[in-house]
């Protein structure tokens, strides 16, 4: 269907401006548009637009000139926004709202630290990744582009990652999130000092289902894998999750999941296959 409404031939301005354009690259003033029911409106505008008494339901909405955030960040992937190698076949890119705001010291995973753009005292440049919208290739033309990585590469790399891993992301239980994200969350909370410190020294947190399955587990363990070095021997590390290990057991007994004893892996050397057969989770230290 999608390839029938292609032309032989695209605008070169087009052509042009996608193969200056990468994943993370920032475009100004995106269009916000997203579809909705007037009949169950949850965001503001669609609750605004419900008490006009519309009825045609579905509609589709878009944010006023005014309130669109200031940039978009591009989550496609380089490949298909630039299609160097071959006929493009993709008219559209996605685009994320980037917009300001009081800077926090964890911010929620849907919400990405743009920490190279220079923001005012007390705030931070965000990438909200709860929207995306499709913007077809046409629109990018005449509007301003910047480097929210200012030329950092492995900064650029690691967007890209956190994207993959978003969409990759396992389905698990309510209970294993109760058991082990709130859990780390209290614990970063009970000891903020080390926390921080810790979450320097841990590369990933990653979890195994040893008994039952990911939707219902009876038996999990959480794998710490360190960053490179004797990390993972450093005594105080071990211990900020041995107690963390004591509390998350208890609340594991009520959820009707045996936490087993935390195994710790340097990131250099762990065994591939190991890794393999683990499940990624946030880290929210």
Request: hydrophobic share 35%; aromatic share 8%; glycine share 6%.
């Amino acid at each position: 269907m999608i390839s029938k409404g292609l032309p032989d031939e695209w605008p070169p301005e087009v052509v042009e401006v996608a193969a200056q354009l990468q994943q993370g690259d920032l475009i100004s003033e995106p269009p916000l548009v997203y579809a909705a029911s007037l009949a169950y409106p949850i965001w503001a505008l669609t609750r605004l637009e419900a008490e006009d008494g519309v009825d045609s339901d579905p509609v589709h909405l878009s944010l006023d000139r005014d309130d669109v955030p200031e940039w978009g960040i591009v989550v496609s992937q380089t490949c298909d926004v630039t299609e160097e190698e071959h006929e493009p076949v993709q008219p559209w890119v996605e685009v994320c709202p980037v917009y300001e705001r009081d800077a926090v010291e964890n911010a929620p995973e849907y919400l990405y630290p743009l920490n190279r753009m220079p923001a005012a005292e007390g705030r931070m440049w965000v990438a909200d990744l709860r929207l995306t919208v499709s913007l077809e290739k046409g629109l990018l033309v005449g509007r301003q582009r910047r480097d929210p990585f200012d030329g950092a590469e492995e900064a650029r790399i690691e967007f890209g990652v956190k994207l993959g891993e978003r969409r990759a992301r396992p389905a698990l239980s309510a209970g294993v999130h109760v058991v082990i994200t709130e859990t780390l969350k209290k614990r970063r909370g009970n000891n903020k000092p080390f926390a921080k410190e810790a979450r320097t020294r841990v590369y990933k947190l990653m979890l195994q289902v040893e008994q039952g399955s990911r939707l219902d587990p009876r038996s999990v363990r959480l794998h710490v894998i360190c960053q490179p070095s004797d990390e993972c021997t450093e005594e105080r590390l071990r211990e900020w999750f041995d107690k963390w290990w004591e509390k998350a057991s208890e609340a594991g007994k009520d959820k009707g999941i045996e936490l087993l004893p935390t195994v710790f892996h340097d990131r250099e050397s762990m065994d591939i296959e190991v890794y393999d057969r683990l499940i990624p989770i946030e880290n929210p230290m």
